[in-house]
């Protein structure tokens, strides 16, 4: 328990109203002040305790005793941290105390053989300045000790014999008792001093020379490889037993791993093929063997914190050969070969088996994932190159027809049982969204490599450039030689018919909105104990799904520009839609035959078109339809609200805009804004933009002194002409001798005669 710890247990805990002035004062005490009284060597605990608790109540004493068993358990834990965190610091301080250990007794060996040769010398002195009325007590004392010193003689000669007898027949108990007697027959010889230094010290030496012949055979046991586990731990229990216990721990984990790289040697895996049955083989004999010397080191040795830092530095020395191991004869080559079912086949196994000694203290589980996961990466990253070539294979075969998945393909993807609808897509998407399929779910027993956000983005890429592609579909000459030079020289067959083009448009938008988030909830976690896992990862889920819809909006964007500008320019490179058209309108003798201009009837029938596709294409996602009519309509109108060209024209021209321009332009407008709103894809956006447009035109009239609005007819009068112009341009009118093509023109004289003969 540290200083800061104490602390707190001296004041914090002791915080209750009965309490509260002693506490406040000790609060105001330095640091030093305050730890002083658990630092004296006197310290008692229980009288400490009591004198803080005299004046509380039960209830506070309860919740005193409940705060210092929490305290305790977090000393205990911060402890095993501090222990893990500086295995190599304990090992390495364990080792120097051993060191000084031998260094010490081999000076109190030599210290003793000084003090006995001094010993001697005095007494030769002694005995040689005698006075001749005492030499008859100094000649008894030496016959006592001469009789003393060949009774330690003879049990010294027959102790030698017997000794070396139970070291030729192992019998270590006896020969451990053996040395017992002798250390206690030193120690009464010791006290009683009957014996010179000398003798002493030669007696000391013989018990230490069978002691270290006794710790050696010891060793020796321990080294061979035929000795069982029961020998094993016997001999390094009394090995402990003679005082040389890192010793004994150290043999104790190299006879486990001699025996490890032992049963190693027959292990070799025969191909790839077999990569699984040989990483569990291997992975149940490493971690049996490491669980194995767990349990021996806690039996012998306890929980010393010298020996469990041993240990564990032990054990993750073990798993990383055994990692390196397995990476070199299967991860390697299953990675580089994109195997990753292999792959996370043989990191799940290892995993399962690591998992078993966390019981143990030992969690290992982090060492496997630092050494797995390149492999697992690499594996990924070729997995998804895989699927991206394969794609553009596919996307240069691809017909561009919507179908059904073919009976016998993954079932996995999407069928009609249930709730869930088969996807109506084109080959190429149906057969990437088979390989996405596959993909996850072989990357989802990885999840402890925390792999699923590195997966999310390569899937990402994939469809990116998988979309990439479909763009390079469109027949726009402009974007494929851009695209062509950004993406590489990727040969991806045309969608020459708009029904293509679309289907373009639904693999993207069903890939992004269904099938890859259905994949990708393959990746989280299904136990109910990692249901905040989930929650936490939800957020990263939608913000990937917004970026899979910014990929297709890429393509509609694509689609709208490509159709926008095929209905404004000719093929000449001149627009279909100029300022001269409105303002050579005014200043003709012949009356105007009012109709939507030639560029709306064709966006009207274009939309119309597109709409009858999409609807059969977009079943159940009408919103995407909707949408995509919503932005080809905006692209035409904001181009013509941009053109400086067109507007120079009206507004700066030679020629100034006419009220009869001004008309036509109103009506095509207001003929745009009808059809988009019975179509239910005119935005507000787009609404206020031809608003916008509508003002400037007549801003530009009325600087020229004009009154636009007394030359305008009234807002149904538009309305009519462009109801008008919708059934003649969807042949839903019946005119009776009336041209009804898309070219013909009704009078303003006669808009009441063909709105009575088209309500019929």
Same mark, same amino acid.
């Given at each position: 328990?540290?200083?800061?710890?104490?602390?707190?247990?001296?004041?914090?805990?002791?915080?209750?109203?009965?309490?509260?002035?002693?506490?406040?004062?000790?609060?105001?005490?330095?640091?030093?002040?305050?730890?002083?009284?658990?630092?004296?060597?006197?310290?008692?605990?229980?009288?400490?305790?009591?004198?803080?608790?005299?004046?509380?109540?039960?209830?506070?004493?309860?919740?005193?005793?409940?705060?210092?068993?929490?305290?305790?358990?977090?000393?205990?834990?911060?402890?095993?941290?501090?222990?893990?965190?500086?295995?190599?610091?304990?090992?390495?301080?364990?080792?120097?105390?051993?060191?000084?250990?031998?260094?010490?007794?081999?000076?109190?060996?030599?210290?003793?053989?000084?003090?006995?040769?001094?010993?001697?010398?005095?007494?030769?002195?002694?005995?040689?300045?005698?006075?001749?009325?005492?030499?008859?007590?100094?000649?008894?004392?030496?016959?006592?000790?001469?009789?003393?010193?060949?009774?330690?003689?003879?049990?010294?000669?027959?102790?030698?014999?017997?000794?070396?007898?139970?070291?030729?027949?192992?019998?270590?108990?006896?020969?451990?008792?053996?040395?017992?007697?002798?250390?206690?027959?030193?120690?009464? %010889?010791?006290?009683?001093? *009957? #014996? /010179? !230094?000398?003798?002493?010290?030669?007696?000391?030496? +013989?018990? =230490?020379?069978?002691?270290?012949?006794?710790?050696?055979?010891?060793?020796?046991?321990?080294?061979?490889?035929?000795?069982?586990?029961?020998?094993?731990?016997?001999?390094?229990?009394?090995?402990?037993?003679?005082?040389?216990?890192?010793?004994?721990?150290?043999?104790?984990?190299?006879?486990?791993?001699?025996?490890?790289?032992?049963?190693?040697?027959?292990?070799?895996?025969?191909?790839?093929?077999?990569? %699984?049955?040989?990483?569990? *083989? #291997? /992975? !149940?004999?490493?971690?049996?063997?490491?669980?194995? +010397?767990? =349990?021996?080191?806690l039996s012998i040795f306890g929980e010393e914190p010298a020996y469990a830092s041993e240990l564990v530095t032990w054990a993750v020395r073990q798993t990383e050969t055994f990692a390196i191991?397995?990476?070199?004869?299967?991860?390697?080559?299953?990675?580089?070969?994109?195997?990753?079912?292999?792959?996370?086949?043989?990191?799940?196994?290892?995993?399962?088996?690591?998992?078993?000694?966390?019981?143990?203290?030992? %969690?290992?589980?982090?060492?496997? #994932?630092?050494?797995?996961?390149?492999?697992?990466?690499?594996?990924?990253?070729?997995?998804?190159?895989?699927?991206?070539?394969?794609?553009?294979?596919?996307?240069?075969?691809?017909?561009?027809?919507?179908?059904?998945?073919?009976?016998?393909?993954?079932?996995?993807?999407?069928?009609?049982?249930?709730?869930?609808?088969?996807?109506?897509?084109?080959?190429?998407?149906?057969?990437?969204?088979?390989?996405?399929?596959?993909?996850?779910?072989?990357?989802?027993?990885?999840?402890?490599?925390?792999?699923?956000?590195?997966? #999310?983005?390569?899937?990402?890429?994939?469809?990116?450039?998988?979309?990439?592609?479909?763009?390079?579909?469109?027949?726009?000459?402009?974007?494929?030689?851009?695209?062509?030079?950004?993406?590489g020289n990727k040969i991806v067959r045309m969608a020459e018919t708009e029904a293509q083009q679309i289907a373009l448009l639904a693999n993207a938008s069903l890939l992004a909105d269904e099938?890859?988030?259905?994949?990708?909830?393959?990746?989280?976690?299904?136990?109910?104990?990692?249901?905040?896992?989930?929650?936490?990862?939800?957020?990263?889920?939608?913000?990937?799904?917004?970026?899979?819809?910014?990929?297709?909006?890429?393509?509609?964007?694509?689609?709208?520009?490509?159709?926008?500008?095929?209905?404004?320019?000719?093929?000449?490179?001149?627009?279909?839609?100029?300022?001269?058209?409105?303002?050579?309108?005014?200043?003709?003798?012949?009356?105007?035959?009012?109709?939507?201009?030639?560029?709306?009837?064709?966006?009207?029938?274009?939309?119309?078109?597109?709409?009858?596709?999409?609807?059969?294409?977009?079943?159940?996602?009408?919103?995407?339809?909707?949408?995509?009519?919503?932005?080809?309509?905006?692209?035409?109108?904001?181009?013509?609200?941009?053109?400086?060209?067109?507007?120079?024209?009206?507004?700066?021209?030679?020629?100034?805009?006419?009220?009869?321009?001004?008309?036509?332009?109103?009506?095509?407008?207001?003929?745009?804004?009808?059809?988009?709103?019975?179509?239910?894809?005119?935005?507000?956006?787009?609404?206020?933009?031809?608003?916008?447009?509508?003002?400037?035109?007549?801003?530009?009239?009325?600087?020229?002194?004009?009154?636009?609005?007394?030359?305008?007819?009234?807002?149904?009068?538009?309305?009519?002409?462009?109801?008008?112009?919708?059934?003649?341009?969807?042949?839903?009118?019946?005119?009776?001798?009336?041209?009804?093509?898309?070219?013909?023109?009704?009078?303003?004289?006669?808009?009441?005669?063909?709105?009575?003969?088209?309500?019929?």
């Amino acid at each position: 328990m540290d200083s800061s710890t104490l602390s707190s247990l001296s004041v914090g805990s002791f915080s209750s109203s009965s309490i509260g002035d002693s506490a406040d004062l000790e609060t105001n005490l330095p640091l030093n002040d305050r730890l002083k009284v658990f630092k004296t060597s006197h310290f008692d605990p229980n009288a400490y305790v009591n004198s803080k608790c005299q004046t509380m109540h039960e209830k506070e004493i309860r919740h005193l005793c409940s705060y210092l068993v929490d305290l305790k358990k977090a000393s205990a834990e911060e402890m095993r941290k501090s222990v893990y965190a500086n295995y190599a610091a304990f090992i390495r301080t364990s080792k120097e105390i051993s060191n000084l250990e031998g260094q010490l007794l081999s000076m109190r060996n030599l210290l003793s053989t000084q003090a006995a040769l001094v010993h001697r010398l005095v007494e030769g002195v002694c005995i040689d300045s005698l006075p001749t009325g005492a030499e008859d007590s100094a000649a008894d004392n030496i016959l006592s000790e001469n009789k003393e010193l060949s009774t330690i003689e003879n049990w010294l000669v027959e102790f030698l014999d017997t000794f070396e007898v139970l070291l030729a027949e192992r019998r270590v108990d006896e020969a451990l008792a053996a040395l017992d007697e002798g250390e206690s027959i030193v120690e009464a %010889a010791n006290e009683r001093q *009957t #014996l /010179s !230094q000398t003798a002493l010290l030669s007696l000391q030496t +013989a018990i =230490s020379e069978q002691r270290q012949n006794l710790a050696d055979q010891l060793a020796e046991i321990t080294r061979h490889p035929s000795t069982r586990g029961v020998e094993i731990r016997s001999a390094v229990l009394a090995l402990k037993k003679l005082g040389d216990g890192p010793r004994a721990h150290a043999l104790l984990l190299n006879s486990h791993h001699q025996k490890l790289q032992f049963n190693m040697q027959s292990l070799r895996p025969l191909n790839t093929a077999s990569g %699984a049955a040989y990483t569990a *083989t #291997l /992975s !149940q004999l490493v971690f049996s063997t490491i669980a194995q +010397a767990a =349990s021996d080191s806690l039996s012998i040795f306890g929980e010393e914190p010298a020996y469990a830092s041993e240990l564990v530095t032990w054990a993750v020395r073990q798993t990383e050969t055994f990692a390196i191991l397995l990476k070199r004869h299967v991860l390697a080559f299953s990675a580089a070969a994109g195997g990753l079912r292999v792959a996370a086949e043989c990191v799940h196994i290892c995993l399962g088996h690591c998992s078993l000694l966390e019981a143990r203290g030992l %969690a290992l589980s982090p060492v496997l #994932l630092r050494l797995f996961r390149p492999c697992v990466e690499q594996a990924l990253n070729a997995n998804l190159k895989r699927i991206e070539q394969s794609s553009s294979a596919l996307a240069a075969a691809d017909d561009w027809l919507l179908a059904y998945p073919v009976a016998g393909t993954r079932p996995g993807s999407t069928t009609s049982l249930g709730s869930i609808s088969q996807p109506k897509v084109s080959t190429s998407a149906h057969r990437f969204n088979s390989m996405v399929q596959e993909f996850l779910e072989n990357v989802g027993p990885l999840e402890s490599l925390q792999l699923d956000g590195s997966t #999310l983005e390569g899937v990402l890429q994939v469809f990116n450039s998988y979309v990439n592609l479909l763009i390079n579909a469109l027949p726009s000459s402009m974007d494929n030689e851009e695209n062509m030079e950004i993406y590489g020289n990727k040969i991806v067959r045309m969608a020459e018919t708009e029904a293509q083009q679309i289907a373009l448009l639904a693999n993207a938008s069903l890939l992004a909105d269904e099938l890859l988030p259905r994949a990708a909830m393959k990746l989280l976690p299904v136990q109910q104990s990692r249901a905040s896992d989930r929650q936490s990862r939800l957020p990263e889920q939608r913000e990937w799904k917004r970026r899979l819809q910014r990929s297709v909006e890429s393509l509609r964007d694509s689609f709208c520009r490509h159709h926008a500008l095929e209905l404004i320019f000719t093929e000449d490179g001149d627009t279909n839609v100029n300022a001269q058209m409105y303002i050579n309108m005014d200043g003709n003798a012949d009356e105007p035959e009012w109709f939507p201009s030639p560029i709306f009837q064709v966006l009207f029938t274009k939309l119309t078109q597109i709409a009858g596709i999409a609807t059969e294409m977009f079943v159940g996602r009408e919103r995407f339809a909707t949408v995509l009519l919503m932005r080809l309509t905006e692209a035409v109108i904001l181009w013509l609200s941009e053109e400086q060209t067109f507007w120079e024209d009206i507004e700066d021209g030679p020629k100034p805009l006419g009220p009869l321009g001004l008309q036509q332009f109103y009506l095509d407008m207001e003929f745009v804004i009808l059809f988009s709103s019975q179509g239910r894809y005119l935005s507000r956006n787009l609404h206020q933009v031809i608003k916008n447009i509508i003002a400037r035109a007549i801003d530009a009239v009325s600087a020229t002194g004009l009154d636009p609005y007394s030359t305008l007819p009234e807002d149904d009068w538009f309305a009519e002409v462009a109801q008008i112009g919708i059934k003649v341009l969807t042949g839903k009118a019946n005119f009776g001798n009336v041209d009804t093509s898309p070219t013909a023109s009704v009078s303003a004289k006669s808009i009441s005669s063909v709105l009575s003969h088209g309500s019929n």
